[in-house]
């Protein structure tokens, strides 16, 4: 490590510093903000949105799976993966609704 990358370490706040004593880096995605605003609302539905779909698209694919493969082998298998698909939906609406501005 150079003299200048050690004269900048020093410096920076405490909080800055990883375990290791070396500056955190960033994930790929992770945001750095320097103010506390909060999201936006359209990024906020846009990931609400994305989770919904998601949890929807796990219950069509269990329902599926389930009275179309799985009951071949095992009826029992069938009936409990559709009993999970069948309370996944009201999970998605509250997941889908939550933290609503309105």
């Keep these: 490590m150079g003299t200048a990358a050690r004269w900048f370490l020093r410096r920076l706040p405490r909080g800055w510093l990883g375990r290791r004593g070396s500056v955190e880096t960033m994930r790929r995605g992770q945001r ?3 103010s506390e605003v909060p999201r936006s609302q359209a990024e906020r539905l846009r990931r ?3 989770w919904y779909f998601a949890l929807m698209g796990l219950c069509l694919a269990l329902i599926l799976l389930a009275w179309n493969l799985v ?3 095992s009826t029992t298998a069938a009936v409990v993966m559709s009993a999970i698909a069948a309370v996944i939906p009201p999970i998605a609406a509250i997941i889908a609704n939550w933290g609503e501005d309105g």
């Design 32 to 34: 750095f903000t320097i």
């Design 48 to 50: 609400r949105r994305r």
């Design 71 to 73: 009951r071949l082998w």
